[in-house]
C-alpha cells in the first residue's frame, strides 16, 4: 500500500496575514490589566497557544487568576479585525500547486472553530484541503507536536511522507518533534535566520516565494 503524502499548513502568518494583528490584540489585553509587555516580545511568542504564551510572556509563577479575561479580551480585539483579513501572496495558488501534484494539503492550526471559518474563507482554497484541525483538535498547544499530530491522524498522511510549512520558531519546534522537515516563511515576522536556526530545512520570504521554487523544495521530494 502507498503511503499517503501531504503537506502540512499552518494558517495564522503562514497562509493569511495575521501575526500583527494578534500582537497588537495581546498587547492591548495585557494592558487591560495592568501587564505593559514590549509589543516586540510579544510578536515572537506568537504561535503559542494563549495558556503557554501567557505564562512565556509573563513568567509561570504568577497569579493566573486574569487569564481566561486575558484571552478572551484577545479574542474580541482581534475579532474586531475579521472582516479586513487578507491572504498572504500566493497562499490559495500554493494549496492548488500542491494538490495538482497529487499531495494531500492539510491545514493545521490552531485557531477556533469559528475563526478558523473566517480564515478559510479568506484563503479561498476549501475546493483542495483535505483537512482542517482546529483548537479543539489539541489537548496542548505550539511548541507542542499535538496540532500536528492531529493533522496527520484526520487526513490520514503519513509522517515520514509529509513537509510542514510555518511562520514562527514554534512551528519549527513542533514539526521537529515529530521528525517533520519544516520550511520556514517569514512573512510571519520572523526573520529566515531565525528559522533556520530553529531547525527549518528551508525559508522563503511567503508563500508566492515557495510556489516558485516549488518543484525545487523539499516538497519536491515527497514526489519521488
Known sequence: MTAKRGVLFDVDGTLVDTTYLHAVAWWEALRQHDEDVPM?????????GS???????????????????????????YGAWWERLRPLPGAADLLRACADRGLAVVLASSAQGAELGKLRKVIDADDVITAATSSADAA?????????????????????HSVFVGDAVWDVKAAGKLGIPCIGLACGGTSADELAAAGAVETYPDPAALLAALDRSVIKKLLD
Do not use: Y
Not at 495558556?51 to 474580541?76: C, I, N, P, Q
Not at 507536536?145 to 491522524?153: E, F, K, N, R, Y
Open 40 to 48: 516586540a516580545q510579544i510578536h515572537r511568542a506568537i504561535g503559542m
Open 51 to 77: 495558556d503557554k504564551l501567557l505564562d512565556h510572556l509573563l513568567g509561570g509563577d504568577r497569579d493566573t487568576s486574569d487569564d481566561e479575561r486575558m484571552s478572551t479580551a484577545h479574542d474580541v480585539l
Open 140 to 160: 496542548e498547544s505550539k511548541p507542542a507536536p499535538d496540532i500536528l499530530q492531529a493533522a496527520l491522524d484526520q487526513s490520514g498522511v503519513d509522517p515520514e
